[in-house]
């Protein structure tokens, strides 16, 4: 057997050959090659001989496609050159981001996604501060990080009048002030800097290098996650022109629905508390399954062998405590979550852990700030593709009389 017929019939694997990509489509092969022009569906040769392999994602969203009514006028575009979720990874723009995250910098990762160099993007000082931001910074000091962004950001955009350049670039160099802004509210600094965002936020909480360094893993791995809510609330706004630091809040907004993803984070961080106060750690995860709940920290839709981002927080953490008697009882937990249900911890269970150990403080996360980093991608992504329509309602209330 060939070497690109045995990918292909790995059901692991992303590609299928010509002959697979031609049946699952109904057509020859020879439509198949008319297709990867006229329908974008991309391919790869294989190597060592003059066969190529089809993306596999490209023909089911052909077939999608053909099968669905086209979209209606003033829809979000569905596709994006920004993140690819498999089981296998996340890849940002192709890149795998647990690599990324071995090694990068938040502002490599935050180029890479935005589309630019990095010394492009990173290159002004500091964001301007608002003259009132002193006063409203000691004022607002009892609100949540999430509510005083939402509150200060615009005076922001206000201080940084290059926020209104709306080419790709300009709002890139606008989602760095953004980002800067973002870290700084979160740990209640009085003004963003332009150091290393990581480094930045250790140096403001007293977190040492080994803390330093999860914090920049946490946020490369939270930076996106496709069109999840605040995504989608996101690239609404971004499509009416209005500029990053509005469309930031957006995502903010939605953090805080009842209905989100994000709402659970709650029940993920009780459900750690009990594991590290109990004196058996697992019975939190079997008083659960022998309830019939839902154990909250392990459930993770798009991924069905579990969340390999939560994987590369937690093998990390597994070197790095390995005698931390917090990660041993939480290791503990895990076994037999997986044991009695098969469950695989979640992206949400591995950050706020790695929140408990990096010393930014009880009840307080820095997922907002890592996931900005994607909102601003999308942002760029949206406003770029073309303007926003009308959506035409279809009534079904009452009829007049």
Known sequence: MSRSETEAADPDSEYLSAHEAAQALGVSVQT?????????????????????????????????????????????????????????????????????????????????????????????????????????????????????????????????????????????????????????MAVRAERPGSEPLHRFIARHIGANTLQADLIRRQLILAADHGFEQGTVAV??????????????????????????????????????????????????????????????????????????RARALLDFCAGAFAKDAAFQRLAEALSAARSIQGLEPNFALAFLFVDSKTGIGAGRSLFHVGRCVGWIAHAIEQFHSGESERILGVYKGALPH
């Open 235 to 308: 690239r609404v706004i971004a499509s009416t022109g209005v500029t990053p630091w509005r469309c930031v809040i957006a995502g903010l907004s939605v953090i805080l629905g009842c209905r989100t993803n994000l709402s659970r984070w709650g029940a993920v961080s009780r459900l750690l508390a009990e594991i590290n106060a109990s004196s058996d750690p697992t019975r939190p995860i079997v008083d659960r399954v022998r309830a019939g709940d839902a154990v909250p920290g392990f459930q993770a839709p798009l991924h069905a062998r579990g969340d390999p």
């Open 32 to 184: 198949l090659y008319v297709y990867v022009s006229r329908k974008g569906i991309r391919s790869q040769p294989v190597p060592g001989s003059r066969q190529r392999r089809y993306w596999k994602p490209d023909i089911k969203r052909v077939l999608n496609r053909e099968q669905s009514p086209e979209q209606a006028g003033g829809q979000l575009a569905r596709e994006t050159r920004i993140t690819l979720i498999t089981d296998r990874g996340l890849f940002y723009r192709g890149v795998n981001a647990t690599d990324l995250a071995e090694a990068a910098s938040l502002e490599a990762v935050a180029a890479l996604l935005w589309g630019f160099p990095e010394s492009e993007v990173f290159t002004n000082p500091a964001p301007a501060v608002p003259s009132r931001y002193a006063t409203l910074h000691k004022a607002l000091a009892p609100e949540s990080e999430i509510n005083r962004a939402t509150a200060l950001l615009p005076l922001f955009e206000e201080a940084n009048p290059r926020a209104y350049d709306f080419s790709p670039l300009g709002m890139a160099r606008t989602g760095a002030d953004v980002l800067r802004t973002l870290a700084a």
